[in-house]
Each structure stands twice: as C-alpha cells, then as structure tokens.
C-alpha cells in the first residue's frame, strides 16, 4: 500500500516538472537572449582579439607592399590556437565581377610566404620568417573558430547556425579587407536584435552575454562596390 502511494505520488510532481520546464520555453519565446550582466572575458575571447590584430597587419601589410606586418601577423599566428567550423552562410543579393588582389588567409604558413616574398632577398627578414617558422607549435587544437569567405558588392550574408553559451561572454569579429564598408548585425532564435555594429569600416565587434545558451544569426552587409574577403572569429 505505501509503494502504490509512493508510486502515485509521483504523477503530480511529474506533471509540475513538465509544466516548469514548458514556462521556461515559453519564457524564452518572449524574452530577449541577452543577459543584463556582462560576463568576463574568456581565453577564447582574448584570442579572438589578437586575431583581429593579425588580420589588420595582414590587410596592412597588402595595402603597403611590405613584409614586416605579415611577419608580426605570422607571430601571432603561430602560437594561438583555432578551428575551423566551416559555416556555410546564406547568401541574397550581389555582384562578383570586380577583380582585386586577395589578402591571403589567415594561417601563419601564408603570411610567412607572402613576408617571404616582399623580403625581395633582405636577409633580416628572411631570417626572422625561418625563426617563426621553426617555433611554430604543431598540433595546436581548441581556441576560437576562424572562417575564410567573402561577400560581394551589395550582398547580404547570413549565418545562423551560431550557438553561444548561457552565462559566458560572447564575442563575433568580423574583419574585412578594408576595401569596402560592411555593416553586421546579431539577432537571437526570436528575431531579437541583440547587437550591431553599422559604422563605416569593414571591422565589426559583436559582444555580449546570452542569458541561456541558444543559436543566434549573424548578418553582415556589404555596401561597397567591390567584393570583401573577411575573416569571422567566433568564441
């Protein structure tokens, strides 16, 4: 007799567990995702910035013609650990006819070619290529996620399979080519505006803390006349 009441007991705390959990989800369709209170910066956080500086001496480094600022750039990337999560964004609008020179990707192995070949023969330069070279770390795993891609003139790009955790800090940065001006904007799984970054260069930072951890959309505009190889880093 006390097993069957202890069996059936459990049917109303069952039923108000599930009407918990099923005000939580609906708590969450209302509410905005982001938390009132900032979180800390994380390691990956930190990372994230020192990838933006890398891709802005490499961007540097193209536009003067000159081997130092990828050297540095290979420096940074010679030691931080990242990923690759291959995003495949959604695309609208555009044109891709305009031809340009490409900054190279952000690896250490290329911004040590191309320092390579702006050292025209310095032997300075070339020794301080080798000397990166021979410290970088093999197998470096984890960090922050790193994709390659571009947007074309006028085109809006989307990606929305971005998941962020509840309570930690995130952090998008978008860095272009310095060609163009690109506008980025982060909304959460409710079509809330959480961030933006519209002003009028092609280096967009994105931070703030989720209040629970839950997918988010990144949009970035281009609104120059040429195509814009960007780097988008991610925690």
């Keep these: 007799m006390t097993t069957s009441h202890r069996r059936f007991a459990t049917v109303p705390f069952l039923a108000l567990a599930f009407l918990a959990l099923a005000g939580t989800a609906a708590a969450q369709e209302e509410q905005t995702n982001v938390s009132s209170e900032s979180a800390a910066p994380s390691a990956e956080a930190l990372a994230i910035q020192d990838f933006a500086l890398a891709r802005q001496l490499a961007v540097y480094g193209q536009r003067t013609g000159t081997a130092e600022p990828f050297l540095a750039a290979a420096r940074i990337l010679a030691v931080t650990p990242y990923h690759e999560p291959g995003h495949e964004p959604r695309r609208e609008g555009g044109s891709g006819d305009a031809d340009k020179p490409a900054v190279p ?17 310095d032997e300075a330069l070339l020794a301080v290529a080798a000397e990166i070279e021979g410290s970088m770390t093999k197998g470096l795993q984890g960090g922050p996620g790193i994709d390659h891609d571009r947007v074309e003139a006028g085109q809006t790009v989307y990606y929305s399979d971005l998941t962020f955790i509840g309570g930690e800090l995130a952090i998008i940065d978008v860095q272009g080519d310095g060609d163009t001006d690109l506008d980025c904007w982060v909304y959460d799984e409710n079509g809330n505006l959480i961030e933006e970054d519209t002003d009028y260069t092609d280096h967009c930072i994105l931070r703030w803390t989720p209040s629970w951890t839950g997918p988010f959309e990144l949009v970035i505009k281009n609104y120059g006349d040429v195509w814009n190889a960007y780097v988008l880093t991610t925690n």
């Design 105 to 121: 990707v952000m690896t250490a192995n290329a911004m040590l070619a191309a320092a390579r070949e702006l050292a025209d023969g």
